[in-house]
């Protein structure tokens, strides 16, 4: 009898241990599932933005998609987007900022879209660096607004933490990746072993600009409480909007879009205030 609860104590651990090891090796897998696919296409996005090259600090050649403001005073939006997407699944908010008058930056990363280089944190910072710097350098306007989607949520509260910026948003956020982790893979200690965190819950408060977080009810990939503890975190001027009824990937169809729109419009209003 006790032979054979040995035997099968042995066997639970050993399954557990080869889960723990396979978790670990494999993380990169699961952060970033879509790398090295090839660059997509989307035929609208290319006829209204052009193909540009961003150079990063450690000597990365990047392709990304940009559209110039159309005057000194319309900002210039980025765009990062998830880790299950290249940056054409951006391309439906992208086609709207156009439309209403802002420049636009889609930022890829590395190992994205057809990009050399393997994706991880450090190096995804290094990537948003250089996307901004392309936006500051080239926009004839030098109004900065990020825009970050789940994974790229992390880059652009990184970003902002750093950077001159005229507003932060945040569409279906999470506190930190290693949290979400946490919650979805309960049984291993993944705060130990997790090599990219991108602690959102830690930074946000660095973050000296309007912010705007937005996010679904019915998120099941981020939980909505991480919409509300980033935005208790945040300081100043910030805005948390809960789309109702909305899931990780409508969320700017189901109402996401107004918040968004709204909140620009009173960063020009607020603007012209000032200058008057």
Known sequence: MLEALWILLTAIALT???ALAGLY???GRLVYPLEQIEAL???ALEQQTEAISIKTADN???TARYKAPPGKTAPTIILFHGNGEDLTQRAHIALEMIEAGYGVLLAEYRGYGGNPGKPHEAGLYADARAAYAYAYASAR????VLHG???GSGVAVQLASEAKIDALILEAPFTSIVDVAAKRFWLFPVRLFARDRYASLSKIASVDAPILIY???KDGVIPPEHFQRLFDAARGDKRLALIEDADHLD???MGGREQVMQFLASLESARHAMQA
Do not use: E
Request: no cysteine.
């Open 251 to 253: 969320v700017w169809s």
């Open 25 to 27: 090796w494999l993380q």
């Open 60 to 62: 990365l050649t990047l």
């Open 215 to 217: 996010g679904g009810t």
């Open 16 to 18: 557990y241990a080869i």
């Open 41 to 43: 296409k989307n035929a």
């Open 141 to 144: 306007s030098k109004h900065i």
């Open 149 to 151: 989607y789940s994974l």
